[in-house]
């Protein structure tokens, strides 16, 4: 049997977290300064898996000039282009000339410190066509529901049930692993969807779905309130990677911009001016930022290349690619697209 593949679907707009992902796809929005399917990228390795499948929609040029052939992350990445969108089974259908053996699927916009080895192995021990991973949450109402009997095999799905509806409280957590018969079921060149039409389909055919529950750490990254919680959890140390970078000011800052006070928290990029007075706590600075003398950043991530000018204080905010941000300005739970400025004394 061929070696088991990875299948990232890459392909969303990311329309919840505009205007960041307007000129920058989803799939490779920075958190804690690297491309966010890097940590994804990771996590396949982690299990073995060394060729990955990239299905992209969405300003694909703009993912494949970061990623190219994956040689620089030691792996072998393929893409699988949809001239329209087909959905999340449409798209692992799309990809079926590269599907030869299992295929670990995640979806484009979530972060996990799942064992993937492990669920691999139950995958494999229960033969089944499919393994959907489940997370618990505290409130299931606003999700399909996943319901299984002892052995872990699935029995039913429910789409966001009312409050005496709920029979459990554990969701799907978008990561499958699929065995190639799935393509089987799956019709060519339109949309469908695992979550509505596959998975049920299985089921009432009687074929082995499994399900897999991991408590694990588990976030969407799909709006601009999850976005900020996944950076504070990474400088909380609640989502570990070998990837993240480290906290603090790093050595290649020069003595001279020290001026300012950096908390052991953040986290700052390469090239990042700091100047007299300046303070930046619970947050991430891309690379070549400048952050003038007596500016404030709290609890905000802000993108490489942006100037935060004298005396400005940000707070609770997101800021895109090269912003300005003018002196004395104040910005409170905003959210700034690329390239955006923002005057003098503004208060938004």
Known sequence: MAAMKGLILAGGKGTRLRPLTLNTPKPIVPVANRPFLLYQIDLLKSAGLDEIILSLSYQPRKIEDLLKDGADYDVLIRYAL???????????????????????????????????????????????????????????SAYGLVEFDEDGRIRRFLEKPGRDEITTNNINAGTYVLSPEVLEHIPADRPFSFERELFPSLLQQGLPVYAYVSDCYWIDIGSPAKYLEVHRDIMDGRFTSSGIPASGIPASIADADRGGKVDARSIISDGVTIGSGARIESSVVGANCRIEADAHVANSVIWSGNTIDEGARVRGSILGRGCYVGRHAVLEDTVLGGKSSITDFSSL
Do not use: C, M, Y
């Not at 798209?91 to 484009?108: C, H, K, L, Q, Y």
């Open 82 to 140: 949809e001239s329209s969108p087909l959905g999340t089974a449409g798209a692992f259908r799309n990809a079926e000339e590269w599907i030869d053996s299992p295929t670990v699927v995640f979806n484009g916009d979530v972060l996990t410190g799942l064992d993937l080895k492990d669920v691999i192995r139950a995958h494999e021990a229960k033969q089944a066509i499919a393994t959907i991973v489940l997370t618990p949450v505290e409130d299931p």
